[in-house]
């Protein structure tokens, strides 16, 4: 079984710094993209940013020049870096990794999805 198992959230002010970080565990599995998505209240899940394993990023155009997200292929971790954050950032933020499980002869894609960690930005 692989689990996500996410660290690093909690309250900052506005024009604060935070970091997240999510470690993939188990056995048997490659890892494809890793990546951070974010649901506030009311709204739909959405993607915050994300890498290749090549180390390739896409961000969404609310975070460009202000978050930054890496990734230790070794180590399994990504981390979300938050800067300059604003009030319009809080929600919970899901790690999320689109994994290759060999079970056998076969290779099963797919996503798994840390519980969650709330980001909250005070005013």
């Known amino acids: 079984q692989v689990q996500l198992v996410e660290s690093g959230g909690g309250l900052v002010q506005t024009g604060g710094s935070l970091r997240l970080s999510c470690a993939a565990s188990g056995s048997g599995f490659s890892i494809n993209d890793m990546g951070w998505y974010r649901q506030a209240p009311g709204k739909q899940r959405e993607l915050v940013a994300k890498?290749?394993?090549?180390?390739?990023?896409e961000y969404a155009d609310s975070v460009k020049g202000r978050f930054t997200v890496s990734r230790d292929n070794a180590k399994n971790t990504v981390d979300l870096t938050m800067n300059s954050i604003k009030p319009e950032d809080t929600a919970v933020y899901y790690c999320?990794?689109?994994?290759?499980?060999?079970?056998?002869?076969?290779?099963?894609?797919?996503?798994?999805w840390g519980q969650g960690t709330q980001v909250t930005v005070s005013s």
């Open positions: 890498i290749t394993s090549g180390g390739n990023t």
């Open positions: 999320n990794a689109k994994i290759l499980r060999t079970i056998g002869p076969l290779k099963i894609p797919r996503d798994y």
